[in-house]
């Protein structure tokens, strides 16, 4: 069984429920209904037309579940007209599936989350990570999102800027490792490059590049996290750097800047230095500059603050994160490194173990983990400890 294959089918086939009328929360548990199906039959019977199978057995799924005595003939009649076993068309229709469930009836906070959740394929944790919201509050919103849209028909699409929020979300997902969605985030923004001429399209593509052309050097040969400074830049994607680079040009001299073109000229920056040492950081930190003025992010004055550490001295990013909220994540790892690149090593082995207590991904804790014993070594024994 291949569930790789189900995956990348069940988007298509939610759409086509929905074209023919389904509501969104009725099509997507005829989908799921559907796959638990194929998992128990086509181990021994394969299809011939994979997609065609599901489409079939999910309008059936839909039609039972709505099946009632006071609707009797109209179920009869739709299923006279539901389509017999054949070929499917043999399109992508993942995109417009994006398109859908950022639907004008949802907020946009509303929208992304039930699209991360119907058709990144993220569970409700990973999605309330990337929001900073507790579990809890994010299983309600999509579930208010589901009857938002329930009963809805999905003929007014959402907007550019909802699904490339969508996207990015998705992609910092593949990319983080703990689901590998980063690919395939690439593969729909290119598609939505070539239809809409936008210029945070185009930002949002060139940023993804050229962070996944980095991503070769992010794990080290144990599979442990190496932090950026310190990657084997000979490991590093120069082809899909160059793409970047000049995809994020085009966007540039549109003159119509975004936060996502104002990210990748970040992203640029670093995969333009030849070491971490050569690293413009002055001008990194303008760029933070940009980001703060067209999203006022507490992530972003926080990775400026690390930025203002390393071009103006560690004292100064201390200042800068002293500003900020304590309890924003990775504000204790952030303090633990400008501590270390200031000398006051005691204070950075204290918070790069409670930063590792506080991470919730295994290998930032791992890493962070790791940095602590290493300055707890130095403490030790003296500055020639590693």
């Not at 992010?218 to 994607?237: C, I, K, N, T």
Request: charged share 25%; glycine share 6%.
């Amino acid at each position: 069984m291949d569930e790789a294959l189900l995956r990348n089918l069940t988007p298509g086939v939610l759409t086509v429920l929905v074209r023919r009328g389904a509501d969104f929360a009725a099509a997507e548990d005829a989908v799921q209904d559907a796959l638990v199906e194929a998992l128990r039959v086509w181990p021994a019977d394969p299809p011939r037309d994979p997609k065609g199978w599901l489409v079939t057995v999910a309008w059936r799924k839909f039609l039972d579940a709505t099946r009632s005595d006071a609707a009797r003939r109209r179920r009869e009649e739709r299923v006279e007209e539901e389509p017999g076993p054949g070929p499917a068309p043999a399109v992508d229709d993942t995109l417009q599936l994006y398109f859908l469930c950022a639907h004008p009836s949802l907020t946009p906070s509303s929208a992304v989350a039930l699209t991360l959740r119907a058709v990144g394929g993220l569970t409700t944790r990973q999605i309330a990570q990337a929001y900073l919201v507790p579990e809890a509050t994010m299983a309600q919103r999509i579930s208010r999102a589901k009857r938002t849209v329930s009963g809805v028909r999905f003929d007014q699409p959402g907007d550019v800027a909802t699904v490339l929020r969508v996207l990015y979300l998705v992609f910092n997902e593949g990319y983080s490792g703990d689901v590998d969605l980063a690919a395939e985030a690439i593969r729909l923004t290119r598609r939505l490059a070539a239809a809409i001429d936008h210029p945070e399209v185009w930002g949002l593509l060139a940023l993804m590049l050229l962070h996944h052309a980095r991503r070769a050097g992010r794990r080290g040969p144990d599979g442990a996290l190496v932090p950026l400074a310190e990657q084997d830049r000979s490991r590093w994607d120069t082809a899909s750097i160059a793409e970047g680079v000049a995809i994020l040009q085009a966007a540039l001299a549109r003159d119509r800047l975004g936060e996502y073109q104002a990210q990748a000229a970040v992203a640029a920056l670093h995969a333009d230095a030849p070491t971490a040492e050569e690293t413009d950081w002055v001008q990194i930190v303008e760029w933070y500059d940009e980001l703060v003025r067209l999203t006022d992010s507490p992530v972003v004055r926080l990775n400026r603050a690390v930025a203002v550490g390393e071009a103006d001295g560690p004292r100064a990013g201390l200042a800068a994160l002293a500003a900020l909220d304590a309890s924003l994540p990775r504000h204790t790892a952030a303090a633990a490194y400008l501590h270390e690149r200031d000398g006051d090593l005691a204070t950075a082995a204290r918070l790069y173990a409670e930063a590792a207590r506080k991470a919730s991904n295994l290998a930032e804790r791992e890493h962070l983990t790791r940095q602590a014993a290493r300055l707890n070594a130095r403490l030790r024994h003296g500055p020639g400890s590693s």
